[in-house]
Each structure stands twice: as structure tokens, then as C-alpha cells.
């Protein structure tokens, strides 16, 4: 595929990952309306709030796709120094902690509806460690132009990734609330999007695709609260969740 048709491609499939991000946004914001409890209420909220972190990495990766690049082994990047590079390091590092957060809050949840409280693969305690890699791996993807650098960054996040992903499916399948249960396979398939994104975007910086799977998970999780939670009497099953 040539340069330009790859690039092309890319934005497309950056302006899909846009659209379908900003209606799971929609839809997660406006259900916190209709949606009993806040246990459910918060997962819609983190929903949205993610989503929307989605929409803006997407969106600056699409002008990251028409300037003057710079080449490295590893691919074509911003320049060092320019805003872009700057933008694209920030924001990933508020994204990455974002993720991690709304990953921590439901896994979390997850272990408060278990009965027995068990732990979801040592998660308990090895939350700050996967939270600190997480965000400074992500941070590091975008500024180190070195290739064995930028590859380490990767194979981190993408480890860290997996191991997140575990987690989820191991608490989810421990919980009850079949809401909460479903909630949680959609967010394990969302982060495994992710490693898949950071396998393509190895390959090339062009191969952004995998948002737009991304997105889709997130659209299905906002539509999962509606399909099962309960919309009318007030579910108090954790107080204050958030």
C-alpha cells in the first residue's frame, strides 16, 4: 500500500473511530439520567469519560497524519519539539490514566460484589506498580524516537494491557450482578483492542484502525448498562461507587 493511500486509509479510519466514539459518549452521558443507583450511573460515567478521551487522541492523531514528519527506523512521528509531539505525549499520558483508573474503580466495584472479596490475579497488589508503567509507557511511546526505546515502551503497554484485561475477565466472572458482569466482559474486550492497537501502530504509525474497534467497544458498553440495569427503583448495591 502506498504511502499516500495508507494515509488516507488511516484517517478514515480515524474519522469512523471519531464518530462511533462520540455517540458511545452520548449514550453513556445521557443514560446516567434513566439509569437506577449509582453503581450503575458510575459505570456509565466513566463510559463517557473514556469515550471522550478517545475522541481527543483520535482527533490529534488525524492532524499527526498530515505534518511534516520525522523518520526514524521505527516509522514517521512529529517532530521533536513541535506542538504535536508535545500534545501527543500529553495526552497520552492523561489517557493511559484515565484507562488505568477506570480499570482500578471496576475491578474494584467487582471485588466489593464478590462475596468472598478474592483478589483478581494479585491486582490488589500490584495496582501502583501496572498504574505507574502504564502512564509512563505511554508517555514513552510518544517521546523516545530511539527504536529500542520506543519498542520497550510498547511491549510494556501491551503487557500491561494483557495483565489488566485478566483481571477483568477474572473479577467479572466472580460477580453476580449480571449487569455489572457484562459490563465487565465488554471492558475486557475494549482493552484487548488496545494491545492490538499498539501491535499495529509498532508496525506503522499509520495503522491506527484498531480505535475504531476500540470504539465499538465502548458504544456496546454504554449499551449493555441500558439493556440490563435497572431503570426505574433506586439500587443502592454500593453506595457512592464511583
Excluded: C
Excluded at 462511533?20 to 463510559?47: E, K
Excluded at 495483565?163 to 482493552?191: H, Q
Amino acid at each position: 500500500m502506498s504511502g499516500s493511500l495508507l494515509v488516507t486509509f488511516d484517517t478514515l479510519a480515524l474519522v469512523v473511530a471519531i464518530v462511533i466514539s462520540s455517540l458511545a459518549a452520548f449514550r453513556a452521558f445521557s443514560s446516567r439520567r434513566v439509569l437506577a443507583g449509582p453503581l450503575y450511573r458510575s459505570r456509565a460515567l466513566w463510559t463517557g469519560t473514556v469515550a471522550l478521551v478517545a475522541v481527543g487522541f483520535e482527533a490529534l492523531t488525524i492532524t499527526v497524519d498530515y505534518v511534516t514528519p520525522s523518520s526514524t527506523s521505527s516509522g514517521t512521528y512529529p517532530l521533536a519539539g513541535s506542538w504535536q509531539f508535545y500534545a501527543l505525549a500529553i495526552i497520552a499520558g492523561a489517557g493511559s490514566a484515565v484507562v488505568f483508573a477506570w480499570v482500578d474503580r471496576n475491578i474494584g466495584v467487582a471485588l466489593e460484589l464478590d462475596f468472598l472479596h478474592r483478589d483478581a490475579a494479585g491486582w490488589v497488589k500490584l495496582r501502583l506498580p501496572a498504574g505507574v508503567g502504564l502512564v509512563a509507557g505511554a508517555v514513552g511511546a510518544q517521546i523516545f524516537l530511539v527504536e529500542w526505546q520506543y519498542l520497550a515502551s510498547m511491549t510494556v503497554l501491551a503487557i500491561l494491557a494483557v495483565y489488566m484485561a485478566a483481571a477483568l475477565a477474572i473479577s467479572g466472572s466472580r460477580v453476580k450482578d449480571e449487569t455489572v458482569k457484562g459490563y465487565l466482559k465488554w471492558m475486557g474486550f475494549s482493552v484487548l483492542s488496545l494491545v492490538l492497537f499498539l501491535v499495529t501502530t509498532s508496525i506503522s504509525p499509520y495503522l491506527n484502525f484498531p480505535l475504531a474497534i476500540f470504539a465499538y467497544f465502548l458504544y456496546r458498553l454504554s449499551t449493555s448498562l441500558l439493556k440490563t440495569a435497572p431503570l426505574s427503583a433506586v439500587r443502592e448495591t454500593i453506595s457512592g461507587s464511583s
